[in-house]
T-cell receptor, first 113, second 115 residues
Framework: KAGVTQTPRYLIKTRGQQVTLSCSPISGHRSVSWYQQTPGQGLQFLFEYFSETQRNKGNFPGRFSGRQFSNSRSEMNVSTLELGDSALYLC????????????FGQGTRLTVV | AQTVTQSQPEMSVQEAETVTLSCTYDTSENNYYLFWYKQPPSRQMILVIRQEAYKQQNATENRFSVNFQKAAKSFSLKISDSQLGDTAMYFCAFMKPFTGNQFYFGTGTSLTVIP
């Protein structure tokens, strides 16, 4: 079956703009979580959605937001982009988020210039 | 708060040899899960092995095994018969149950398998 799909794979944006990233989970998976990966801070948890509701949130400013649709696809939005937002953004999906079987996508590489 | 420490930024091993990657963690929880994930150049995080803290027996998956020392809060990964395809970043991760896949990751160890 198809894996976790993240689009786009690469993105270049200008400081001050906003960006939306998409994550399509594995069919049947209802939990989607997002991570930011940078050389300096490593992998950091952003938030997790289950059945269109945010259940858990990491320590990121309000510029980072997300949502989940009824088909479990999730989007992450970053407003007023800063240079420090340049990162690889990974999403992971699981059946319900209460198991430990999480599958990651290949990520979206965001570059802010 | 949970922290995960990987003290080896880079390691190398000869093909067919054995290598051990170290990981320590800090938590006040008694029930939790530990993982090793592999991130090859394709960037996709791939689960290598998983350990439940309540299980004393060390997890094993083919050439991969762990040495889980709960009291010492240590969770090392041993790769036997190293293969070129094992070249990747390896991340140790911690997760509390029922937290929606909220992983706490270490900083990673870059492993290179030398032919």
């Amino acid at each position: 079956k198809a894996g976790v799909t993240q689009t786009p794979r690469y993105l270049i944006k200008t400081r001050g703009q906003q960006v939306t990233l998409s994550c399509s989970p594995i069919s049947g998976h209802r939990s989607v979580s997002w991570y930011q990966q940078t050389p300096g801070q490593g992998l950091q948890f952003l938030f997790e959605y289950f059945s269109e509701t945010q259940r858990n949130k990491g320590n990121f400013p309000g510029r980072f937001s997300g949502r989940q649709f009824s088909n479990s696809r999730s989007e992450m939005n970053v407003s007023t982009l800063e240079l420090g937002d340049s990162a690889l953004y990974l999403c992971a999906s699981s059946l319900a988020g209460v198991t430990t079987e999480a599958f990651f996508g290949q990520g979206t590489r965001l570059t802010v210039v | 708060a949970q922290t995960v420490t990987q003290s080896q930024p880079e390691m190398s091993v000869q093909e067919a040899e054995t290598v051990t990657l170290s990981c320590t963690y800090d938590t006040s929880e008694n029930n939790y899960y530990l993982f090793w994930y592999k991130q090859p150049p394709s960037r996709q995080m791939i689960l290598v092995i998983r350990q439940e803290a309540y299980k004393q027996q060390n997890a094993t998956e083919n050439r991969f095994s762990v040495n889980f020392q709960k009291a010492a809060k240590s969770f090392s990964l041993k790769i036997s018969d190293s293969q070129l395809g094992d070249t990747a970043m390896y991340f140790c991760a911690f997760m509390k149950p029922f937290t929606g896949n909220q992983f706490y990751f270490g900083t990673g160890t870059s492993l290179t398998v030398i032919p």
